[in-house]
């Protein structure tokens, strides 16, 4: 089943989009770090970033700000990140986690900016409401991985009281940095294993949910969560150990705090109403301090000395607060059921920043301290209306329409050290989408849609006006961005019979007024100057095929294999590959029909990726194909006094494969060896 899609559960094979889910028991069973490390075996989608807490998604070869990230449908995308780096899902325990659903494409009409490449919802877990759920529950649980030696403890404990529910959950977590296995990578060869360094993270979770409902199905909750991480960072290797340009780069993350309270109501099934049969609000406030360091060292090179070059050490703390409420009702005729609504959300973010600026290698070193903001105090707000009409045409043939108006705005505030404050915007557009389903036979569904979306360029891309964080370039503020749009469509087929469940997409994606990072041709302060400017247009392309086949004895296979194509239509000769151009997915596995035990091995084979820019890896002008395979298993050990111990076990990168994924390839910050991850849980 899935919510995210349509906004009501619905089941995927029902569904006229792709979409994938992942339920508490894969969670569970795979023991990821965060949400993001599941989506590695997933067709269509990547994974962005090294280290134990900051993965993040990439859908259809779009990343950062043009995926959005959801929690329970609402916003955690962060207007303060970087174009191509979203917010980090670890800010959600993997131990609340319910299920997570992944919509690949377009989704703008249902939750508005940033939905352009796809969705990604974290639905967490809520106790049940039922009157034959136990009164009681909780679990603990402890995870070793041998990949930088992680020790991660787990509580949660939950009880209903007439129509109340309570649910409680901690956890603690510490890793350390993991060694890359020797071997060859294209141009990299290393002889001996590797440290990755700034990959681990010293974190912690809390979260309390307290929940209502009536009889009749009107209820509401509440819910404070906060989320801790210290010591975590962007994966550094030493430049003189790769080889190539010898700039050192390294970017940690030293704090992070996030909390987040939210509270909502539901009226249940209403009666003798004309204009809606339920209604549902939901309002939250989340702050999301962070801290950055980045410390550079260029090196003049030859004839100098290799101590000789510039030292560059500079660091920013920014809090965003965000508040925000989403409402929306479903009105069910006969054959059809509309949902419309409201949602709002407004950031604010207030940040500080400081350098010092050392040259080496001409006399004694004279450090240069710098306190100017590079970016203003500034704030982001949206408002959006929704409307999504699910018709039933016929018995065999439904459509989904919907619409969407959207105005942002944002305004650069006045900050202490920027004597100019840049100008503010306020923009308006409108979205769309069709999807249509057609049962050609009761197993077999053809589907097709085609939808716009829409991107407001956030506040780094607007307002940031400084050197840039390398030192090489000059960022100016260019205020008047206008948002990207896009335009996709999706043609595909779905199968499912008792044993059988097959998909297959082909999908293209024209992004319109992209915006992308461009040479101006001046200096300001003797650096070139660039600015982010809207493009023409940008096009992802690609085909999607998923199959799972339920064999006699408690196995399954299954497999599904991606392909992705980016291009600049303006200029092709600019490569855009941010992800693999193939992958292919197999596992096989068994599970015993006692619910006692289960294994699975799990084969993953990435192409190799041509598109990128020549000179900008030093891995070279092709990242090389590689294969990983992984074992998995558990066991239920026993039931005492009514709580159960359960084991699992995972042994990854079984072959010890030296690499990288594709976007990780640039700094080369490859994987960890091959590694052992061990889980016991007790649960009553």
């Given at each position: 089943?899935?919510?995210?899609?349509?906004?009501?559960?619905?089941?995927?094979?029902?569904?006229?989009?792709?979409?994938?889910?992942?339920?508490?028991?894969?969670?569970?069973?795979?023991?990821?770090?965060?949400?993001?490390?599941?989506?590695?075996?997933?067709?269509?989608?990547?994974?962005?970033?090294?280290?134990?807490?900051?993965?993040?998604?990439?859908?259809?070869?779009?990343?950062?700000?043009?995926?959005?990230?959801?929690?329970?449908?609402?916003?955690?995308?962060?207007?303060?990140?970087?174009?191509?780096?979203?917010?980090?899902?670890?800010?959600?325990?993997?131990?609340?986690?319910?299920?997570?659903?992944?919509?690949?494409?377009?989704?703008?009409?249902?939750?508005?900016?940033?939905?352009?490449?796809?969705?990604?919802?974290?639905?967490?877990?809520?106790?049940?409401?039922?009157?034959?759920?136990?009164?009681?529950?909780?679990?603990?649980?402890?995870?070793?991985?041998?990949?930088?030696?992680?020790?991660?403890g787990e509580a949660s404990l939950s009880g209903r009281m007439g129509n109340f529910v309570l649910l409680a959950t901690g956890a603690?977590?510490?890793?350390?940095?993991?060694?890359?296995?020797?071997?060859?990578?294209?141009?990299?060869?290393?002889?001996?294993?590797?440290?990755?360094?700034?990959?681990?993270?010293?974190?912690?979770?809390?979260?309390?949910?307290?929940?209502?409902?009536?009889?009749?199905?009107?209820?509401?909750?509440?819910?404070?969560?906060?989320?801790?991480?210290?010591?975590?960072?962007?994966?550094?290797?030493?430049?003189?150990?790769?080889?190539?340009?010898?700039?050192?780069?390294?970017?940690?993350?030293?704090?992070?705090?996030?909390?987040?309270?939210?509270?909502?109501?539901?009226?249940?099934?209403?009666?003798?109403?004309?204009?809606?049969?339920?209604?549902?609000?939901?309002?939250?406030?989340?702050?999301?301090g962070r801290d950055l360091a980045q410390m550079i060292f260029a090196p003049f090179g030859d004839p100098y000395p290799a101590s000789?070059?510039?030292?560059?050490?500079?660091?920013?703390?920014?809090?965003?607060?965000?508040?925000?409420?989403?409402?929306?009702?479903?009105?069910?005729?006969?054959?059809?059921?509309?949902?419309?609504?409201?949602?709002?959300?407004?950031?604010?973010?207030?940040?500080?920043?400081?350098?010092?600026?050392?040259?080496?290698?001409?006399?004694?070193?004279?450090?240069?301290?710098?306190?100017?903001?590079?970016?203003?105090?500034?704030?982001?707000?949206?408002?959006?209306?929704?409307?999504?009409?699910?018709?039933?045409?016929?018995?065999?043939?439904?459509?989904?329409?919907?619409?969407?108006?959207?105005?942002?705005?944002?305004?650069?505030?006045?900050?202490?050290?920027?004597?100019?404050?840049?100008?503010?915007?306020?923009?308006?557009?409108?979205?769309?989408?069709?999807?249509?389903?057609?049962?050609?036979?009761?197993?077999?569904?053809?589907?097709?849609?085609?939808?716009?979306?829409?991107?407001?360029?956030?506040?780094?891309?607007?307002?940031?006006?400084?050197?840039?964080?390398e030192g090489s370039a000059y960022q100016s503020a260019t205020p008047d961005l206008q948002p990207e749009q896009s335009l996709n469509?999706?043609?595909?087929?779905?199968?499912?019979?008792?044993?059988?469940?097959?998909?297959?997409?082909?999908?293209?994606?024209?992004?319109?007024?992209?915006?992308?990072?461009?040479?101006?041709?001046?200096?300001?302060?003797?650096?070139?100057?660039?600015?982010?400017?809207?493009?023409?247009?940008?096009?992802?392309?690609?085909?999607?095929?998923?199959?799972?086949?339920?064999?006699?004895?408690?196995?399954?296979?299954?497999?599904?294999?991606?392909?992705?194509?980016?291009?600049?239509?303006?200029?092709?000769?600019?490569?855009?590959?941010?992800?693999?151009?193939?992958?292919?997915?197999?596992?096989?596995?068994?599970?015993?029909?006692?619910?006692?035990?289960?294994?699975?091995?799990?084969?993953?084979?990435?192409?190799?990726?041509?598109?990128?820019?020549?000179?900008?890896?030093?891995?070279?002008?092709?990242?090389?194909?590689?294969?990983?395979?992984?074992?998995?298993?558990?066991?239920?050990?026993?039931?005492?006094?009514?709580?159960?111990?359960?084991?699992?076990?995972?042994?990854?990168?079984?072959?010890?494969?030296?690499?990288?994924?594709?976007?990780?390839?640039?700094?080369?910050?490859?994987?960890?060896?091959?590694?052992?991850?061990?889980?016991?849980?007790?649960?009553?």
């Amino acid at each position: 089943m899935t919510v995210t899609a349509t906004r009501r559960a619905t089941d995927v094979q029902a569904v006229p989009t792709p979409v994938s889910v992942l339920d508490s028991t894969v969670l569970r069973e795979r023991q990821p770090n965060t949400a993001a490390d599941l989506l590695r075996e997933l067709p269509g989608v990547d994974v962005i970033g090294t280290g134990t807490n900051q993965a993040r998604p990439s859908i259809r070869g779009q990343r950062g700000q043009r995926i959005l990230l959801l929690q329970d449908g609402l916003r955690l995308n962060n207007a303060r990140r970087q174009q191509d780096f979203g917010e980090i899902p670890g800010i959600v325990d993997v131990a609340t986690i319910q299920r997570v659903e992944v919509v690949r494409g377009p989704a703008s009409v249902l939750y508005g900016t940033d939905a352009i490449g796809g969705v990604m919802n974290i639905i967490t877990k809520v106790p049940s409401f039922s009157k034959n759920a136990p009164k009681a529950a909780g679990s603990l649980g402890y995870r070793y991985g041998s990949a930088g030696e992680l020790s991660r403890g787990e509580a949660s404990l939950s009880g209903r009281m007439g129509n109340f529910v309570l649910l409680a959950t901690g956890a603690k977590r510490d890793a350390g940095n993991y060694d890359a296995p020797e071997g060859r990578y294209g141009n990299i060869n290393f002889t001996d294993k590797v440290t990755l360094l700034n990959a681990g993270v010293n974190d912690k979770n809390a979260s309390v949910y307290l929940g209502w409902r009536y009889k009749s199905g009107t209820g509401a909750f509440v819910r404070a969560e906060t989320y801790d991480a210290k010591n975590s960072g962007f994966g550094f290797i030493d430049p003189a150990i790769i080889g190539g340009d010898q700039t050192k780069i390294q970017i940690t993350y030293p704090n992070q705090h996030f909390t987040k309270w939210s509270a909502g109501f539901s009226t249940g099934v209403l009666t003798g109403a004309k204009v809606l049969d339920k209604a549902d609000f939901t309002a939250y406030r989340q702050v999301n301090g962070r801290d950055l360091a980045q410390m550079i060292f260029a090196p003049f090179g030859d004839p100098y000395p290799a101590s000789a070059g510039i030292d560059i050490k500079s660091y920013n703390h920014t809090d965003l607060t965000t508040s925000g409420f989403r409402a929306e009702a479903t009105k069910i005729f006969s054959r059809n059921i509309v949902v419309y609504g409201i949602d709002y959300f407004h950031d604010n973010a207030v940040g500080r920043d400081s350098s010092v600026t050392t040259m080496y290698g001409f006399g004694p070193p004279k450090p240069k301290s710098k306190n100017t903001p590079s970016l203003p105090s500034a704030t982001l707000s949206s408002t959006g209306l929704f409307l999504q009409n699910d018709l039933r045409l016929h018995d065999r043939l439904s459509l989904i329409v919907g619409g969407r108006w959207q105005r942002v705005s944002s305004e650069a505030l006045p900050t202490a050290g920027l004597a100019t404050i840049p100008p503010g915007d306020q923009q308006s557009t409108g979205v769309f989408a069709t999807n249509a389903l057609f049962k050609l036979t009761p197993t077999l569904n053809l589907v097709a849609s085609v939808g716009r979306g829409f991107r407001a360029p956030n506040l780094v891309e607007r307002y940031f006006n400084g050197p840039t964080p390398e030192g090489s370039a000059y960022q100016s503020a260019t205020p008047d961005l206008q948002p990207e749009q896009s335009l996709n469509t999706d043609l595909g087929v779905k199968f499912r019979n008792d044993r059988v469940a097959i998909e297959a997409f082909t999908y293209r994606n024209d992004i319109r007024d992209a915006v992308r990072i461009s040479a101006t041709g001046q200096k300001i302060n003797n650096l070139p100057e660039y600015k982010n400017v809207n493009v023409g247009k940008l096009r992802a392309s690609g085909y999607e095929a998923t199959g799972t086949v339920l064999l006699p004895r408690g196995v399954t296979a299954s497999a599904n294999f991606s392909k992705v194509k980016s291009v600049n239509l303006l200029d092709r000769t600019i490569p855009i590959g941010d992800t693999y151009a193939t992958k292919l997915v197999g596992t096989l596995g068994w599970r015993a029909a006692s619910g006692r035990g289960w294994v699975e091995y799990s084969v993953r084979h990435n192409g190799e990726q041509k598109d990128i820019v020549a000179g900008s890896s030093p891995v070279g002008n092709t990242l090389p194909g590689f294969t990983v395979h992984n074992l998995r298993g558990g066991a239920h050990l026993f039931t005492v006094g009514g709580v159960r111990q359960d084991l699992d076990i995972q042994v990854n990168n079984l072959t010890n494969k030296l690499y990288a994924e594709s976007a990780n390839a640039g700094f080369f910050r490859p994987e960890p060896g091959r590694n052992l991850v061990v889980a016991v849980r007790s649960s009553f």
